[in-house]
């Protein structure tokens, strides 16, 4: 959600027109449906845990491309196409990790608590991100945040076990 509420001012603040934070956001809608319906069916023939680490690796790795680059709307729409691509992927993984480790019997209450952790990390990004920006008149430490939480959500999906609990 962090990109999803700063990238219009980032645009902004990187001096590009209202029109390029618009399509910036409609780029990242596109690339959201292709990159959940793919993630879907690669966790048919790749474990969920490794698809999961390599997202979040790979949001690390563009978001400190988008810091290195000049801003331009060619970057910018390049970082919203596979930003896009990236960003809800990990909901059908998430999701199919929770039924395959705990089956279906709680998965809307487990699936739920899921959610409303990400929810909370959602809305201590944007929070944090908007005082950081107050504070400083400055995205710049807000993204590479964003490049540590991502390289540290990688890591700690590498040890879960893709074992069905007994229950």
Request: net charge positive.
């Amino acid at each position: 959600e962090t990109v999803g509420t700063h990238l219009p001012g980032f645009v902004a603040w990187c001096g590009l027109g209202v029109g390029v934070a618009g399509t910036a956001l409609t780029i990242i809608g596109g690339g959201n449906i292709m990159g959940t319906y793919l993630a879907g069916v690669l966790s048919n023939r790749f474990r969920q845990k490794n698809l999961l680490s390599l997202i979040y690796l790979a949001r690390a790795a563009l978001i400190a491309w988008l810091m290195l680059m000049p801003k331009t709307e060619l970057t910018i729409f390049i970082f919203s196409g596979v930003f896009g691509f990236l960003w809800l992927s990990t909901v059908p993984l998430t999701s199919g990790l929770v039924a395959h480790i705990y089956g279906l019997r709680y998965m809307g209450t487990l699936y739920g608590i899921v959610f409303f952790s990400h929810q909370l990390g959602s809305f201590m990004g944007v929070w944090r991100g908007g005082r950081m920006y107050d504070a400083y008149g400055d995205y710049t430490a807000v993204w590479w945040i964003g490049v540590a939480v991502g390289a540290f959500s990688a890591l700690i999906h590498l040890p879960i076990r893709e074992k069905r609990l007994p229950g």
